[in-house]
Antibody, heavy 117, light 112 residues
Framework: EVQLVESGGGLVQPGGSLRLSCVGSGFTFSNYWMNWVRQAPGKGLVWVSHIDNDGSSTNYGDAMRGRFTISRDNAKNTVYLQVDSLRVEDTGVYYC??????????WGQGTLLTVSS | EAMLTQSPLSLTVNLGRPASISCRSSQTLVHYDGKTYLNWYHQRPGQSPRRLIYRVSNRDSGVPDRFSGSGSGSDFTLTISRVEAEDVGVYYCMQGTYWPRTFGQGTKVEIK
């Protein structure tokens, strides 16, 4: 069974940093692109970032580019999202998703990041 | 950026009745490889989203056949032939043709 488990969320002050993690199991992690998707409280889904299967190619949403960095460690079956220069509007649940040829076929349970003073 | 516009944003349906959600893109979603990467997700209250349909009309395993997807180019539709109580929640379309990936605003489905 495919499982994605996120961790690392918490309360951070504006301007602060945090690293989110997502561990995959039940599949060959190194064969898949991975993504992060954000959902602000009571709002819709916003795509955040993507990384290809060996980490050589990445993409970011416009609001995240330059502040967020996605990376992966295939030996640990883990994808990371380093979030810097955090803003109040970055608050939300961050989901890790597995990318299966242009669609997200598996989602984690999410980790909540709250940016507040 | 391919903007996706869903309508309606809210839908109240009687049990056993049909429901349809539209998703329109600001540009064609036909990729240069010939495939159309328009997908649908369902999010029940308090849960993570779940893939429902991928590449316009392919149902995910375990998705009841009362759900169907159709459309082409920039105009797509999700149809529920007979709404059941478990279908409540928010439905999102998402395009995987272009970077950045984009989602529609979501359509909230409730039972009357």
């Amino acid at each position: 069974e495919v499982q994605l488990v996120e961790s690392g969320g918490g309360l951070v002050q504006p301007g602060g940093s945090l690293r989110l993690s997502c561990v995959g199991s039940g599949f060959t992690f190194s064969n898949y692109w991975m993504n992060w998707v954000r959902q602000a409280p009571g709002k819709g889904l916003v795509w955040v970032s993507h990384i290809d299967n060996d980490g050589s190619s990445t993409n970011y949403g416009d609001a995240m580019r330059g502040r967020f960095t996605i990376s992966r460690d295939n030996a640990k079956n883990t994808v990371y999202l380093q979030v810097d220069s955090l803003r109040v509007e970055d608050t939300g649940v961050y989901y890790c998703t597995r990318d299966a040829d242009g669609h997200f076929d598996s989602w984690g349970q999410g980790t909540l990041l709250t940016v507040s003073s | 950026e391919a903007m996706l516009t869903q309508s309606p944003l809210s839908l109240t349906v009687n049990l056993g009745r049909p429901a349809s959600i539209s998703c329109r893109s600001s540009q064609t979603l036909v990729h240069y490889d010939g495939k159309t990467y328009l997908n649908w997700y369902h999010q029940r209250p308090g849960q993570s989203p779940r893939r429902l349909i991928y590449r316009v009309s392919n149902r995910d395993s375990g998705v009841p056949d009362r759900f169907s997807g159709s459309g082409s180019g920039s105009d797509f539709t999700l149809t529920i032939s007979r709404v059941e109580a478990e279908d409540v929640g928010v439905y999102y379309c998402m395009q995987g043709t272009y970077w950045p990936r984009t989602f529609g605003q979501g359509t909230k489905v409730e039972i009357k």
